[in-house]
């Protein structure tokens, strides 16, 4: 299944795309947040699929398509795992998994504008797969990590570097930023995808792509990621976690490169369909 949410921000409903077709379940399916992953909400959006697909409404064109998944508990991310990427930043790989965290405030939709933040100079792009958490996960042995997955999506893990690395303290500062996750446009269960290592991603800037690479580059693998999370915090149904950014990021350019006001940024993953912002300065 792929599962997608639409509708102004604050009023977003729940949807499926069948024979590509953009479906409201509304009527049916309160959202896609911890309680529907909790409750064995896949099986049974599966069945009600099977039930009543012909009485379902088609979303009217043009509608905002929203994050695929509502506010999660918490959102995940692991840093420098492109072996390539860590060098382009000047980084070592590193030995175990990075892990920070993004705000929640930071969820956006795949097409929503990047509001670059006030004093901001240095906002970047990073195009990244995420994957959604369906089930409760604490000392997941990883040989059952995969078991613990709802399915994937695409996320761009847009970063302020300054905040990030000039600023002190940890990297969460320059990633929480408000509209610096923008998540789907769907969300794609584990059955939709047939090898999440061989997935095709890139990015591309103003029509020129800067991120072209696969998911075959990743340092540590989902169920790494999934088993390695679990020893240090609880993983609750629907929380998101990414996995990691390919070369070709703005602060790897040579000068670096950042975004400003009018910049559009386009972004895919193999299978997990693709996004569209523009870069916009903040505003009171």
């Known amino acids: 299944m792929k599962l997608f949410r639409f509708g102004e921000v604050g009023n977003e409903k729940p949807g499926v795309i069948l024979e590509e077709k953009w479906l409201d379940v509304s009527a049916y399916i309160q959202d896609y947040n911890e309680s529907f992953f909790e409750n064995d909400g896949l099986d049974k959006l599966s069945l009600l699929l099977v039930e009543k697909q012909n009485e379902l409404q088609e979303i009217p064109t043009g509608v905002r398509i929203a994050s695929c998944v509502a506010r999660p508990s918490k959102i995940v991310c692991i840093g420098l795992n492109f072996a390539d990427h ?151 149904p629907g929380d998101v976690i990414s996995t990691g950014t390919p070369p070709g990021v703005g602060l790897g350019f040579n000068p670096p490169v950042f975004l400003k006001e009018g910049d559009v940024v386009e ?18």
């Open 86 to 236: 860590a060098r382009e930043t000047g980084a070592a790989i590193p030995p175990e998994p990075i892990i920070f965290f993004k705000s929640t405030t930071a969820l956006s939709g795949p097409n929503d504008d990047i509001i670059i933040p006030r004093n901001s100079v240095k906002t970047d792009w990073e195009v990244e797969l995420a994957f959604v958490i369906g089930k409760k996960a604490q000392y997941v042995d990883e040989a059952d990590a995969l078991n613990y997955v709802a399915g994937y999506c695409l996320h761009n893990d847009v970063s302020e570097r300054e905040f990030q690395i000039e600023r002190g303290g940890n990297w969460s500062k320059g990633k929480g930023c408000d509209s610096f996750a923008p998540l789907g446009p769907f969300l794609a269960t584990t059955e939709e995808i047939e090898d999440e290592n061989d997935l095709k991603m890139w990015l591309s800037v103003n029509g020129k792509t800067v991120q072209n690479s696969n998911t075959d580059q990743l340092i540590f693998k989902i169920p790494t990621l999934v088993s390695y999370l679990s020893q240090f915090m609880t993983l609750l």
């Open 267 to 284: 972004l895919g993953i193999e299978g997990l369909g693709t996004q569209k912002q523009t870069a916009k300065n903040w505003k009171a």
